[in-house]
């Protein structure tokens, strides 16, 4: 089972955990969670308006052994308007790089946060991936 939850931060409300989103799907070959602008195909949506996210930004994969991944996927443009980072409990933060992929370890749980490259917001997305 791999659990999200996700949270919209703008310079504005910092701090506040007000329009929290959750998210789950088993871990079976083939299982997806998406996150970005396009609410038909991702089951957390960011603002609208909140540009710097693409209409599907991060794709959670469950892979043929249970493994889950996440992928920052590319868009139309040649260089976007955020970073990612991603943080595993216990561990710094590191760069996901665009259009790159990482492993979510078994019972693991961590962060990843997209941050504005114009702006003071981001998008912040808890995980936790248990057997």
Known sequence: M?????????????????GMQMADAPSEPGAVLRVGRDRAVCRLATPDDWLFVSR???????????????????????????????????????????????????????ELVIVDRTGPRSVNVGFYHEL
């Open 2 to 18: 791999l659990e999200l939850t996700m949270a919209s931060v703008s310079e504005a409300d910092a701090g506040a955990t007000a």
């Open 56 to 110: 599907v930004h991060l794709e959670f994969l469950c892979g043929p052994d249970g493994t889950w991944q996440v992928t920052w996927l590319r868009g139309t443009h040649a260089e976007p308007s955020s970073e990612v980072r991603l943080a595993l409990q216990g561990h710094p933060p590191q760069p996901l790089p665009y259009g790159g992929t990482a492993k979510l370890p078994h019972n693991a749980s961590g």
